[in-house]
């Protein structure tokens, strides 16, 4: 079974995909309903009537209330059963569980651990969002056939980009580059620069560089799959002040990875960028380059998984480049066995 930390916000749908009529999607093995009430508002049930365990997504949104397509019992979005046809008291088990979830980032998150502890400062900040002077691609979705984990990994990992990424943002010059590896009370950050190389492709393309430049690859990963890169490049020489970074080549790529089951995720992304924020034919340019670059991601992930699978093993050696990934996944262990029961006998 996979380690899943349930006390944590995850993104469940982008906005848009939340209207009035009711979406099924699994989350971390369970299967969840949403809809948009009637103030707009999203709300979040399992999607499991308790009396026979019919999907309530193959019933009716009426109201804010969701009727089960069996045998029409109604629950409101606290999960409250309000109507039982042909049977007047209602049982106190007649209920289903609702999710906390909140809209942020033009995305709907969702809570599925304990209600109390759901806190939405929690949710990790998406630096320049909205801002002027920075273009926004979102709405971005993919589906893997790899463990969530796997994709962490791969998420952490500046090395693999010389090698998986040829086509979009990887250069051969930073293959023998070290990667610095920095860990948080939340988080872990690998990040590297490669310094007086040509452009990559992506810097050719968007940039506006004098010649070689210096490019920077910083690899965040907020527990417990909340992923972001932030990547650019400068002329070579520039001060690599914030300001100078801002000033050069930059974006923010944010991957909001969401187990689905065992071996499969949804992955949710979105980019900020400073270059070109308003010019339409950049953000088409963008999606298809980022998509691309995930999907080359996305195919040797997937061949990872069914070996893993089919051989029982994770890995047979480990590298130095993996220090960044193990740490994450003993940070998920220390997580997801904080969440079980403690035994008080």
């Given at each position: ?23 099924p999607?699994?989350?971390?093995n ?15 049930l ?59 980032y ?7 651990g ?11 900040e998406?630096p320049?969002y ?11 979705y ?16 500046p090395?693999?980009t010389?090698?998986?990424?040829k086509?979009?943002i ?7 580059v ?15 620069w ?10 050719e393309k968007m ?22 890169v ?27 990875l ?17 270059y070109?924020p ?38 047979r050696?480990?590298l ?26």
């Amino acid at each position: 079974m996979a380690q899943f930390i349930h006390n944590a916000w995850y993104v469940a749908a982008w906005s848009e995909e939340v209207q009035r009529k009711l979406l099924p999607r699994t989350i971390l093995n369970e299967p969840v309903v949403m809809y948009r009430r009637e103030n707009g508002e999203p709300a979040a049930l399992l999607d499991s009537c308790p009396h026979k365990l019919a999907p309530l997504s193959l019933g009716e949104l009426k109201g804010d209330e969701v009727e089960c397509g069996y045998h029409g019992m109604m629950f409101d979005c606290t999960g409250k059963c309000s109507r039982i046809p042909g049977q007047p008291n209602i049982p106190p088990s007649a209920k289903v569980r609702a999710f906390p979830v909140v809209e942020r980032y033009n995305a709907v998150w969702i809570w599925m651990g304990e209600p109390e502890l759901a806190d939405p400062s929690q949710i990790v900040e998406v630096p320049h969002y909205g801002e002027d002077g920075w273009g926004l691609v979102d709405g971005q979705y993919l589906h893997f056939k790899s463990n969530y984990l796997n994709i962490t990994d791969n998420l952490v990992d500046p090395a693999h980009t010389t090698y998986v990424h040829k086509r979009t943002i990887g250069g051969a010059s930073a293959s023998d580059v070290s990667v610095k590896v920095e860990q948080g009370d939340s988080h872990v950050l690998a990040y590297r620069w490669i310094k007086d190389e040509p452009p990559v492709p992506l810097f050719e393309k968007m940039g506006n560089f004098k010649g070689n430049t210096d490019r920077w690859q910083y690899y965040y990963l907020h527990m417990p799959s909340v992923s972001y890169v932030d990547f650019g490049g400068i002329d070579t020489g520039v001060e690599p002040t914030e300001d100078n970074k801002d000033k050069g080549l930059r974006s923010y790529s944010f991957n909001f990875l969401t187990p689905e089951t065992d071996s499969t995720t949804h992955y949710f992304w979105l980019h900020v960028r400073n270059y070109h924020p308003t010019n339409e034919d950049v953000d088409r340019d963008v999606e298809h380059l980022m998509t691309l670059t995930f999907n080359e991601d996305l195919d040797i992930l997937e061949e990872i998984q069914k070996e893993q699978d089919r051989t029982g093993i994770r890995e047979r050696v480990r590298l130095g480049i993996d220090n960044a990934p193990a740490r994450i996944r003993k940070m998920v262990e220390r997580r997801v066995a904080a969440e079980q029961p403690t035994d008080s006998a």
